[in-house]
């Protein structure tokens, strides 16, 4: 009689003979060691190769010596075609790594190594092989279990049996025997995916049909159940357990690819075989955690940077970048308010590693990019430690939300503080109110920002970024144009002439709308982002230090606001025009650098590291060279704005006299 071995074997070949894994004749059944006839290769076929070896090997050698001749036999057959089929892989930058792995697998098998050697490398060549030839390894949600279990007792049972191990009533007289899904020492081998492939596919040869014809989610779901039957409720405690306690285990399960890839062998050396089974226990039983646990905060940051760096590795390098600004406008950034409050270099030491990172990814350097990623996940151990120390500090929340709301409303408040005394100067009652109109809408639709971002839609970090950035550069320029204009009148005199006549004349309904515009749009990037970093500083459960440093910021901006308007209420027309016109071309510098950053993070700019450059976001100056440079060309037109304006000043007075 056949051995289970051997229907191991058959079941390879009706795996590759499937329809939806082999795009070209199937393989046939490898009944000797003779090398198969060149053909296109799937990388599917070939993970299916490295799988059946990491989880058949075992019963093929014990101690260096050959326990069966058949089962080694088939195993020496298997990692040759593993060999053939790495090699004719489509051409990719990681081709030649899974190359050499699987000739260290062959290598292995040929030596008669230790069976958990032999499945490390089978496992470390699937990784990198999903990684370098992605393909579909998980549901598209947490499969039911319970589900699976009916499936399970309706078409599966009556061979394998009710507890899966394999003595079904009709397992009588088959050749070859019903696998024992509750053998531990190969569950510990074996993968979801693994098992999702069978249910999908058959075994052509043996009794094993295929259940091709089931729904996708029903497949899932009795893969699911199966990969579990060799566990019991106690392991399935302990990983629960071993879950709720360890924040690193819940990131490296940060989706369904990972659980369904993954097996209680390739967690090992990370910890003890017992610990590994006990962890799938849980959440083969239990995978909707993962999906309801979705990542956040640190935990996401991790995740998407790991996830970035295997799609570089894999030749993606728009997928690596798309994954590393996720890192950051998704994990890290909610959490800025709070780590600045708490230890304001360190935030700045993630952002500017984050950047480079990102910079290293659009180089696609993988050397550079997996050192980048490493400094960053030690960073990230440092954002945590920071969290967890001042997890119930109200101070912080205090500190976060008043510094928050100033550092946001400060320009905003400038911008329409200046508007409102011009048009007071200029007699034009009448204009303010549509300055007042559009910074009061601001606040509704910053209003309205929180509800949808809190109750309806989770507005992504690059949604955010975007804005931001988009609003702050067209605010440069409308302030960049205002702040020359106004330079021009400081030097021409006759301001109060100009302001009753030609200003007056000249604001029309057009122009009304464009002041409610400017003050709209200065006004809402800087709501916009304040109300989300309030929602993330919410989270801490602190409402009343997050009320009351809101509140403190309200009174010290109005304080401004008041101080401000008296001020330019006293000055003289001229020196008013000039000093606003100062202050305005500073703002658009400014506004322009901070513009560039925030579509930096979004990634819509590029973003090419400057070490050397200071960075004090009060000035808008980030060590870029494309923030950098924005800044230095309208600093530039300002400079030549205001020597023109000068030039043309003596001009005309030369001419009166």
Not at 57 to 69: C, H, K, L, T
Not at 312 to 326: E, P
Not at 527 to 556: C, K, M, N, P
Not at 637 to 642: D, N
Request: glycine fraction near 8%; hydrophobic fraction near 50%.
């Amino acid at each position: 009689m056949r051995s289970t071995f051997s229907w191991t074997l058959a079941l390879l070949a009706g795996l590759l003979s499937g329809p939806a894994f082999a795009q070209t004749p199937a393989a046939a059944p490898a009944a000797t060691t003779a090398a198969p006839q060149a053909q296109a290769t799937d990388a599917r076929q070939l993970w299916q190769l490295l799988d059946y070896v990491a989880v058949d090997y075992g019963g093929a050698v014990e101690n260096g010596q050959i326990a069966s001749e058949g089962e080694y036999a088939e195993m020496l057959d298997f990692s040759a075609n593993a060999l053939q089929q790495a090699q004719a892989l489509p051409a990719h930058a990681d081709k030649a790594r899974v190359v050499a792995l699987a000739g260290q697998l062959r290598a292995a098998v040929q030596a008669k190594a230790a069976a958990d050697d032999v499945a490390q490398l089978a496992h470390q060549a699937a990784q990198l092989l999903v990684a370098a030839y992605p393909m579909p390894v998980a549901p598209a949600k947490a499969p039911d279990i319970t589900k699976g279990s009916q499936l399970f007792q309706q078409i599966c049972a009556s061979c394998h049996g009710a507890s899966g191990g394999g003595d079904g009533p009709a397992a009588q007289g088959l050749d070859p025997q019903p696998i024992a899904f509750s053998d531990a020492q190969r569950a510990n081998a074996r993968s979801l995916m693994a098992l999702y492939q069978v249910t999908s596919q058959g075994v052509e040869g043996t009794s094993m049909v295929s259940f091709g014809a089931l729904p996708e989610d029903d497949r899932w779901a009795l893969a699911y159940f199966v990969g579990g039957l060799s566990y019991n409720d106690e392991l399935r405690a302990t990983g629960k357990a071993l879950w709720q306690s360890d924040a690193g285990l819940r990131a490296r399960f940060g989706d369904l690819a990972a659980l369904s890839t993954t097996t209680a062998q390739s967690l090992t050396p990370a910890m003890p075989i017992e610990q590994a089974r006990a962890v799938l226990a849980y959440l083969r039983a239990n995978p909707e955690v993962i999906s309801e646990g979705k990542a956040t905060g640190v935990a996401l940051s991790r995740q998407r940077l790991a996830q970035s760096l295997l799609a570089l590795k894999a030749g993606d390098r728009n997928q690596a970048m798309k994954l590393a600004l996720s890192a950051y406008l998704d994990g890290f950034e909610p959490l800025e308010p709070t780590i600045a409050a708490r230890n304001k270099a360190l935030m700045t030491q993630v952002e500017s590693a984050m950047v480079q990172y990102r910079a290293t990814v659009a180089s696609g350097s993988l050397p550079e990019a997996e050192a980048a990623a490493q400094q960053l996940q030690t960073m990230f151990g440092q954002v945590e430690a920071e969290l967890n120390a001042g997890a119930s500090d109200a101070t912080a929340t205090f500190v976060g939300a008043l510094t928050i709301l100033l550092r946001e409303g400060l320009e905003a408040l400038l911008i329409v503080i200046g508007m409102v005394a011009l048009l007071r100067k200029a007699g034009r009652q009448d204009a303010l109110r549509y300055v007042h109109a559009g910074w009061s809408s601001a606040l509704v639709a910053g209003g309205l920002t929180w509800a949808v971002a809190t109750y309806l839609v989770e507005i992504s970090g690059a949604s955010r970024e975007v804005t931001e950035g988009l609003g702050s550069v067209l605010a440069a320029l409308v302030l960049l144009s205002v702040g020359l204009w106004m330079h021009s009148k400081s030097s021409a005199g006759r301001w109060q002439a100009y302001l009753s006549e030609k200003l007056s004349a000249s604001m029309g309904q057009g122009s009304m709308w464009g002041l409610f515009a400017l003050a709209f749009v200065s006004v809402y990037r800087e709501v916009f982002e304040t109300v989300l970093f309030f929602s993330a500083l919410a989270s801490d459960g602190h409402h009343g230090a997050l009320l009351g440093g809101g509140l403190a910021a309200v009174a010290i901006l109005a304080a401004i606001a008041w101080v401000l308007l008296r001020t330019s209420a006293r000055m003289p027309i001229g020196r008013f025009f000039s000093a606003t016109s100062i202050l305005v071309a500073v703002l658009a510098v400014v506004l322009v650098g901070k513009g560039v950053s925030s579509l930096q993070e979004a990634g819509w700019v590029s973003a090419t590291p400057l070490l050397a450059a200071p960075r004090i976001e009060l000035l808008g100056m980030f060590p870029t060279v494309e923030t950098l440079l924005a800044q230095a060309i309208v600093l530039a037109l300002v400079v030549f704005g205001f020597a023109y304006n000068r030039a043309a000043a003596h001009k005309a007075l030369g001419a009166q006299h």
